[in-house]
């Protein structure tokens, strides 16, 4: 069965959903979106994810056209029509179409289900390598559809055989391009407290391990890399993704790490349970 | 008739094209575009304007799917098509479709004839105020789709009585929302030469104004303001538009200077020869 999606109303086929070219998320970047996966058949953790979608939305002046209520059933309704136990969704919103190209109106809102693309195997095994480059993303704690910089760096990372970039300013690192990032020390979980999206990963990670480490939400410089026993990175998709290697320097003793693994097994157990 | 826009290889009614959403404009903001008017029937500085398309074309790693040969025609045929003696054209071009939503494919290039939408004639008359705002456009030089800055702030415009907004960083002033800056102190015309989008405009008053003014192009600063006898801005839509208030502050006496004028009419009588 098909992956479908909803547009403004109407449950169709991805494939066959069509955007007018007024878009204003086409025309002038003007978007917002959300990503989530089902497990167990279920839209994991709905509740914060919607929450966050709820918050982007004001923060970008964009009423909501559904309420929780009404959209819940819709996910369900886009899963079941694909036949798949589980799935992702994606939504995106965007000013709407603008007959001038430029004021705000109506938003267009899409709600996609999309098969999983789960991260290779390899990279939980032996970790990725990140490259580093001087930004930091605007208005980070929206999740806005502004991802050029990664895809302009898309080159230099293959070319430095890594997977993803680190973004850092004035030595301040914040976050990967589409994920947040601890470091881990002794006992002490460490992440970046700002200029950052303020993941729902990123908080399960927290909350899942308060229990045992000593949580530190703060500014993170480069050079607190160097005392990091191990890195890794978190989102919907990777979960727990360890860090092995930045431009040059290894990550510890450039293994993937007991704490990393850890984790990841209480991230998995965690979600199995809903 | 109605407004046709061309989108890869078909010429349809703007309203009945549709976008499919695994389209990177759409969904990562992966997008660049530009704009240009006809007058008497032909696209203005033609060349001036695909050359600068093709440069945002090669800084996106976007390969153009047209020539310049290939290309020209389809104005031709659009604009026949609306059958208006003069339209806007809007190029926008994305990073294709992307099954796993952020790897470039084959680029997808819109072309849409619009209507043109006059600057109101008052706005000449008495000029535009503009509101300050700490900001940098990233990659400025390249035309891309990335606007939400000045959309986040058109409540903040509109509330101060303001048409525009005029970004600073640090002290030193880049542009306009969507045009460029110039300042008339004395004989010298001075005008932004970095963090700004190099407009077709601009490059057109520098031209038409160097055999009358000293010219400088160079970094300017907020304080250069307080020696300017005029400020005015320059687009395609534009042309010569004044600048009378900046925040709080006035500019020379408050109305519209006989060099913005003289500019105005040079670039109208240029426009007008082709």
Redo the contacts between chains.
């Keep these: 069965m098909p992956y479908c999606?909803y547009?403004n109303g109407v449950i169709e086929p991805?494939?066959q959903?069509?955007?007018?070219?007024?878009?204003?998320?086409?025309?002038?970047?003007?978007?917002l979106?959300d990503y989530f996966l089902t497990y167990g058949g279920k839209p994991f953790q709905w509740d914060l994810y919607w929450a966050r979608f709820q918050r982007s939305a004001e923060r970008?002046?964009l009423p909501l056209p559904l309420t929780k209520e009404q959209t819940y059933p819709i996910l369900l309704d886009l899963l079941a029509r694909s036949g798949e136990p589980n799935v992702a969704f994606?939504f995106?919103m965007?000013?709407g179409y603008a007959p001038?190209?430029?004021?705000?109106g109506t938003p267009n809102l899409?709600i996609?289900s999309?098969p999983i693309?789960p991260v290779p195997a390899w990279q939980y095994e032996r970790g990725i390598r990140v490259i580093l480059n001087e930004y930091v993303r605007?208005?980070a704690e929206i999740k806005?559809?502004?991802?050029?910089?990664?895809?302009?760096l898309?080159?230099a990372i293959q070319a430095a055989g890594a997977q993803d970039v680190l973004y850092q300013k004035d030595g301040e690192i914040s976050e990967l391009s589409r994920s947040n990032i601890f470091l881990v020390m002794g006992n002490k979980l460490v992440t970046p407290s700002r200029n950052i999206l303020y993941g729902i990963t990123r908080r399960t990670i927290l909350d899942l391990a308060k229990a045992d480490f000593q949580i530190e939400e703060r500014p993170v410089l480069l050079s607190d890399l160097y005392e990091a026993d191990e890195v890794f990175t978190t989102s919907s998709n990777k979960k727990v993704l360890p860090i092995v290697q930045i431009d040059e320097f290894q990550i510890g003793d450039g293994q993937v790490g007991a704490v990393s693994k850890q984790l990841l097994a209480r991230f998995r157990a965690f979600a199995g349970t809903l």
């Design positions: 999606g547009f991805v494939d959903i069509g955007v007018g070219v007024t878009d204003l998320g086409l025309l002038r970047g003007y978007g979106f970008m002046n994606r995106v965007t000013g001038d190209s430029i004021s705000i899409l996609l999309e693309h605007e208005n806005t559809t502004d991802y050029k910089r990664v895809m302009l898309s080159g």
